[in-house]
């Protein structure tokens, strides 16, 4: 499969642990986005990557999410502290740096805060 | 910020009926709109797209129609098959240089045999 992949696919954990997402985009990609879906919504976005860079950051991303993007290619979101309402899909999209703007998103991270 | 809303909530329609999904936004700079269906416990799947200097789009049984004066666009599903059946999401690109999406709050479609 050469989409975009997301490890793990389900994480529980307990309130006030700290968890991190990967995420592999389409090789050649440049632009990685991060998603957060809750049930019953559309995807809301969380913070987007040309390369290395973090280019922008939503209001939705409090201080307790930080996201990196080391060499360009996979992609880590760490969620510290975690609270209930961090319970989410996650989800990662990626796309050319064309101007095309077709995202292709992973099958995500469905994390649950007991 | 970019604001979308998306009707109706839920659609049912009988195999073989025509379905139409509307959505409207509201950064008039937008000038990309996909659409995204998505199956339960699975990602969004990108099935068709159209951009602002283009009206309509076509591929089989999808189209898409695109009014940039009234800022809506419109999905149009042909002869449905109880595949089709899943929640689609339409979407429009945030003017800014990350491109990101904004999304409409989804559309349950269901298909009865």
């Known amino acids: 499969d050469t989409g975009v992949s997301q490890d793990p696919r389900h994480k529980i954990t307990k309130r006030g642990q700290n968890v991190t997402f990967r995420c592999d985009p389409i090789s050649e990609h440049n632009r990685l986005y991060w998603y957060r879906q809750t049930l019953g919504q559309g995807p809301e976005f969380l913070t987007y990557f040309q390369n290395e860079a973090q280019l922008e950051k939503s209001r939705l991303l409090s201080d307790r999410f930080s996201a990196e993007r080391p060499k360009g290619s996979f992609s880590t979101l760490e969620i510290q502290r975690t609270e209930q309402g961090d319970s989410a899909m996650y989800l990662c999209?990626?796309?050319?740096?064309?101007?095309?703007?077709?995202?292709?998103f992973g099958p995500g991270t469905r994390l649950t805060v007991t | 910020g970019e604001n979308v809303e998306q009707h109706p909530s839920t659609l049912s329609v009988q195999e073989g009926d025509s379905a139409v999904i509307k959505c409207t936004y509201s950064?008039?700079?937008?000038?990309?709109f996909p659409w995204y269906k998505q199956e339960l416990g699975k990602r969004p799947q990108l099935i068709i797209d159209?951009?602002?200097?283009?009206g309509e789009k076509k591929d089989q049984r999808i189209a898409v129609t695109l009014n940039k004066t009234a800022k809506h666009f419109s999905l149009h599903i042909t002869e449905t098959q109880p595949e089709d059946s899943a929640v689609y999401f339409c979407a429009a690109t945030f003017s800014g240089s990350a491109r990101q999406l904004t999304f409409g709050s989804g559309t349950q479609l269901t298909v009865l045999p």
């Open positions: 999209a990626s796309s050319e740096d064309r101007g095309d703007d077709e995202q292709y």
């Open positions: 950064d008039s700079a937008s000038n990309y």
């Open positions: 159209i951009r602002s200097n283009v």
